[in-house]
């Protein structure tokens, strides 16, 4: 990449971005030399000291364009930048997609809660989010913790001097995005969101957070949870300034519920959700439609779908993964210069596991087929996740005392978690 592009994310994403060429999606532009750039500025001047005032403008216009590529604004990955194509997102949600980890890691950077920085939580379903977003609200070592209250299951995580948030997530701001709201929905309401909360529009930086899980264990722990009664009916759905209709997301099943239900006919709705949900709430849904599956092939969005989520997902401020709890708690304190003050639990056996385990053959083909996405997306996120793992431990002259002392807060020893397991929004489930 050239050394004058500022703030580029690299991110190798195998050939998927190559694939994507011929739909129109994705174009590579060529960044042009600072000196070109410097030249048509000059241009410019004379121009204008003629009083040649229209191609002045139109210099001008050009130089800006030029400069924004340069500067990496339009979203750039690698030298392939988004386009606006015909059904593509506002670009205010491309703006408000937050800063990236190789920003994180580049600048001389500190999470500024007295500034404007603003985490914002993407939980997806059954990955752990539940544990996790208590664990951002109750067990960070911060100058003024967040102040929960057990009756309304909400804390109030302000900034240390005023009353403003710097946590968007489930039990810091509540589901103000819709139930569960994927990247789609956050990047165009995070900032709509806060600025009504806190009563004034505000420069803020935003950093996305997420935690994946093994895509099977996934969706066997979801499948569990709808069939002990959740639904989840309070998710918008919502893209490109509508919601997602009847007809695009047909239900599944008649009634409030589908309690009971077996995992044949889970597994045989074609919009059950469930399938390939991480690469879906992480992906930008306007690229492909939105939830009109009618507007591109079933092969062709399925590609633009899951090169999106992983172009998000590695320029994410931080995700971790279940199965690797230690190490996304190290990742996520180095990164955030942030310190927890209990160690995370790792839960090697679980029910859904086992539940995997029992299986019959064609179950597991069919259930792999159908979460073939989020099965790539999840290999890729953990060679990533090692790869940051390696990064920051080599940059720390402390790691053997800082790894296995994480969770050590000597003033804080002792902290726990309190349990809202038994009345939360989504269900009745404690395995999440």
Not at 9 to 14: C, E, G
Not at 146 to 161: A, L
Not at 163 to 189: I, M, P, V
Request: net charge neutral.
């Amino acid at each position: 990449m050239p050394g004058d592009m500022h703030k580029n994310v690299s991110v190798q994403v195998d050939s998927d971005f190559a694939l994507l060429l011929p739909s129109g999606v994705y174009e590579i532009k060529k960044m042009e030399p600072r000196s070109k750039i410097r030249t048509i500025i000059v241009f410019c001047l004379f121009l204008a000291i003629a009083g040649i005032i229209g191609f002045g403008y139109f210099c001008q216009d050009q130089a800006n364009s030029i400069n924004g590529n340069a500067n990496g604004n339009g979203n750039s990955v690698g030298g392939i930048t988004a386009m606006a194509s015909k059904s593509s997102a506002p670009q205010n949600i491309i703006a408000n997609a937050g800063l990236s980890y190789e920003d994180v890691l580049n600048d001389d950077f500190q999470f500024d809660m007295d500034g404007h920085d603003v985490m914002v939580f993407l939980h997806i379903q059954k990955t752990g989010g539940t544990s996790f977003g208590r664990h951002l609200v109750r067990d960070l070592d911060l100058k003024r913790p967040c102040e929960c209250q057990r009756q309304r299951k909400r804390c109030y995580c302000f900034r240390p001097h005023r009353n403003e948030n710097w946590l968007f997530s489930r039990y810091s701001t509540g589901w103000k995005c819709g139930l569960h709201a994927d990247w789609t929905e956050l990047t165009s309401c995070v900032d709509v969101e806060l600025d009504k909360n806190e009563g004034e529009t505000a420069k803020r930086r935003y950093f996305y957070i997420s935690l994946l899980r093994q895509p099977i264990a996934r969706y066997m722990s979801e499948y569990r949870h709808v069939r002990r009664g959740a639904t989840w009916k309070g998710s918008r759905h919502w893209c490109l300034g509508r919601q997602a209709t009847a007809a695009e997301l047909p239900a599944c099943y008649k009634g409030k519920d589908w309690l009971d239900v077996d995992l044949d006919q889970f597994a045989g709705c074609e919009s059950n959700l469930a399938a390939n949900r991480q690469t879906r709430m992480l992906a930008d849904l306007a690229l492909v439609g939105c939830y009109n599956k009618s507007s591109m092939p079933a092969h062709e969005r399925d590609r633009v779908m899951l090169a999106s989520a992983k172009r998000n997902l590695a320029a994410m401020a931080y995700f971790g993964l279940t199965e690797y709890q230690k190490m996304s708690q190290y990742i996520f304190e180095e990164t955030f210069n942030l310190r927890f003050a209990i160690p995370f639990e790792q839960h090697n056996t679980t029910i859904s596991a086992t539940a995997v385990q029992n299986l019959r053959p064609d179950q597991k083909r069919r259930i792999d087929k159908l979460n073939s996405l989020d099965i790539e997306l999840y290999a890729f996120a953990k060679t990533l996740l090692f790869q940051r793992f390696e990064h920051l431990k080599a940059k720390d002259i402390n790691f053997e005392q800082r790894y296995a002392n994480l969770g050590n807060i000597y003033f804080k020893q002792g902290v726990t978690e309190f349990n809202w397991d038994s009345n939360v929004e989504d269900g009745l489930s404690t395995d999440h």
